[in-house]
């Protein structure tokens, strides 16, 4: 996956959505084994010290734990992994209703909107 | 000794000229740090310094706690700004040259960073263009397993794709123990791999932060600081 950072806000909180992200959809599922820093940092070409300071946040959040010998895994309690993906969900639906407002829809309309839209898609 | 560099009241006159003005800085160790200034604010100078090839009008600048000389070329491994190597040798040796000369110098990844990047080390550095060279120059320095990295405009010269691979070896050669100092022009390109930037102008260090700071407290990228300090 390409590492999309943005150059007007902190690098280290960026590298905390794109990983939380990573998690939720499954990619780095519960339990499993991250790549070493090092590893990740040449992924996403950021400075190791940067993506260091980006796992120990994780770590903080209940998402990762490190295992003294061994490395850094994904979290096994499901429902905190959920309860990431919810917020996150949950701040994308915020965002969407708020440009739709700006463009003069009220939440119903933009309801049906969105309805109308996915089942084109499908 | 927890300081790489460190740099006491450090002054330096040319003749009509205060190119340091001064400078006080500490730089520890396992850092990336950026060394940013416009054209004439004394980056080179200062670089020069700590490779003891000028000597400091006052003030100290010290390596790990010694003053520049052949203990401290030891563990510093320099890119000047303009090269020295001689143009009717090869690749293959000019790698000899410098295993001959470092005893840290890894013969094994300066081969491969090489092969990565598609230099043909049979080839005469006088047969090669502008940006190959310097991709030369910088696999040499890279391939020294030093204590501290001195690369003065380590990418001016080199296309977008070659200048990814450099920054991504600067990434993959990250150590604890090892700090590297780059000075250039092109922040944009170099930011994301920084822990530190240092602005230095007219002689004076101006801004000592870190890159997310710098992002967090100001809400733009280093890049756009810059412009905005050193508006001309």
Known sequence: MAWNLKSDRPIYSQLVEQIELLIVSGIYPAGSKLPSVRDLAGEASVNPNTMQRALAQLENDGLLYTQRTSGRFVTEDVERIMQIKNNLAQGLIKEFIENMRNLGYDTKQAIQLLEKTAEEEE | ?232
């Open chain 2, 1 to 232: 000794m927890e300081n790489i560099l460190e740099c006491q009241n450090l002054v330096k006159f040319y003749p009509k000229c205060l190119a340091l003005n001064s400078v006080n800085l500490t730089v520890p160790k396992g850092k990336i740090v950026g060394l940013l200034g416009p054209n004439g604010s004394g980056k080179s100078t200062l670089i020069k310094l700590a490779n003891d090839l000028i000597q400091p009008t006052s003030g100290k600048i010290l390596i790990a706690g010694m003053e520049p000389g052949i203990e401290t070329k030891k563990i510093v491994s320099y890119l000047p700004e303009r090269t020295y190597l001689n143009d009717w040798m090869t690749v293959n040796d000019m790698i000899g040259f410098f295993s001959d000369f470092y005893q840290d110098f890894n013969k094994g990844k300066a081969y491969d960073m090489l092969a990565r990047l598609g230099v043909n080390p049979s080839l005469r550095l006088k047969t090669m263009s502008k940006g190959t060279k310097e991709k030369v120059q910088l696999i040499l320095v890279m391939s020294r397993e030093a204590q501290l990295y001195l690369l003065d405009e380590p990418i001016g010269g080199v296309d977008p794709a070659a200048r990814d691979y450099i920054l991504d070896t600067i990434i993959g050669n990250y150590n604890p123990e090892a700090t590297v100092i780059i000075s250039t022009h092109l922040i944009a390109d170099v930011e994301k791999i920084l822990d530190e930037v240092i602005f230095i102008n007219q002689g004076n260090i101006v801004l000592v932060s870190t890159v997310d700071d710098i992002r967090e407290n100001e809400n733009k990228s280093v890049d756009a600081l810059f412009r905005e300090v050193f508006k001309c």
